[in-house]
């Protein structure tokens, strides 16, 4: 089997409320669509969503890098041979995660499907039947954010990611206000998305937030910081996570030897797709870490690549993949069961891409033969 054309579509996910983080306000998603076809008529989707603040690529520049580096070198490539297509990819071009995942799902759809068996079969079966969905609460008023947790908690709702990352005082009382409401038998995660950037001021907020049962505190200094990570997680009994710190291999055997957290967020745009992200699993299990799988808010496609991940690995005991829930019209049809996911057994990613919707989404497109 061998790659015989790479589609490419820029597109604009909208999102039905503007997402709010300690750097970024949202109002759409810009996202990159692959439709990977071969010489036996498979076809296979894939995804990429950028984010400049955590692995310096854009939307543009993914979209560049595959169009005119990464798609010529895999045309004419088995897509099974998944090991020599990284390793390909890695001797052109450095970093760019974010692109090589996208061309990384793309193969795992067409494997999956190629055997007829889903993507989790590929990577070590499946161990998880279900997982519950955190609700994430990006950036407002403490009794907006309150008011917000109170109507999700009505929905069935049983978790909550807090976006923070502002002023430390003013974090501590959204925090403070969403506790309050919600009790104290609800799961709250605080992402401070590297916005309190030093562990001085970190220490500051978690000593206020010692009593208020926080699940984990995530990424509070900046993501080079590796250091200040030791120093909050030997100092606080709020447990710790590394996000925008992890993005591969290196950086995990640097928090590994330096035990600089006690929980790592595992993100497929960010290590380089499916494979990579599976070999970061394997490493936290070996230095008895536990892992989430999260996201840069992709469609159904990167969310459900993320999902498959997630259910073959012991290790990997949270999700946090609502892109889908958060769009007002996605590209996919990946169905959650709220509060949880369950994923079905349809081969490949198990998604079924519209692309009529695709095309109305798309800002611009091209095609590799």
């Known amino acids: 089997m061998k790659i015989t054309a790479i589609h490419l579509y820029a597109i604009h996910l909208p999102l039905e409320h503007p997402f ?23 076809v296979g989707f894939g995804e990429g969503v950028a984010d400049e603040h955590v692995t310096g690529e854009s939307w ?4 560049q890098i595959i169009k ?19 390793d390909l990819m890695n001797q052109v071009i450095y970093g760019a995660p974010t692109a090589k995942a996208a061309l990384d799902i793309a193969c795992f759809d067409i494997i999956g499907k190629k055997l007829q068996v889903p993507v989790y079969q590929l990577i070590g079966g499946r161990y998880h039947d279900e997982f519950p969905i955190t609700h994430v609460l990006s950036i407002a008023e403490p009794e907006v954010m309150a008011n917000e947790a109170k109507l999700m908690l009505e929905q ?7 976006k923070v990352g502002t002023k430390v005082q003013e974090d501590v009382e ?19 998305n590297q916005g309190w950037k030093n562990s001085a001021a970190t220490l500051v907020a978690l000593k206020q937030l010692e009593n208020y049962q926080i699940d984990w505190v995530e990424q509070p200094v900046a993501a080079d910081d590796i250091d200040g990570m030791v120093e909050v997680k030997s100092k606080t009994t709020i447990p710790v996570m590394i996000d925008e710190g992890l993005k591969g291999m290196r950086d995990m055997r640097e928090i590994i030897q330096k035990r600089a957290a006690d929980k790592v967020n595992i993100k497929l745009m960010k290590c380089g797709g499916i494979y990579p992200a599976v070999k970061l699993a394997h490493l936290a299990e070996m230095a008895g870490m536990e892992c ?34 958060k769009f007002s019209r996605d590209i996919g049809n990946l169905e959650y069961d709220v509060p949880f996911i369950r994923l079905t057994g349809r081969p490949g990613l198990g998604v079924e891409v519209n692309e009529e919707t695709l095309r109305e989404l798309t800002v611009f497109k091209d095609v590799v033969r």
């Open 156 to 162: 069935g709702y049983r978790s909550f990611k807090m």
């Open 292 to 325: 989430q799988v999260g996201s840069m808010v992709e469609s159904s496609v990167g969310s459900a690549a993320g999902f498959h991940v997630a259910f073959s690995k012991k290790g990997i005991t949270s999700v946090e993949l609502t892109g889908p829930l």
């Open 60 to 63: 543009e520049g993914v979209y």
């Open 20 to 42: 709010v983080v300690s750097y970024h306000t949202y109002t759409h998603m810009p996202s990159i669509i692959v439709k990977m076809e071969t010489d036996e008529g498979l």
């Open 68 to 86: 005119n580096t990464l798609a010529p070198l895999i045309l004419g490539k088995n897509p099974m041979e998944i090991e020599k297509i990284h």
């Open 174 to 192: 959204r925090i403070k206000a969403v506790r309050s409401q919600v009790g104290d038998d609800i799961a709250i995660r605080v992402d401070v």
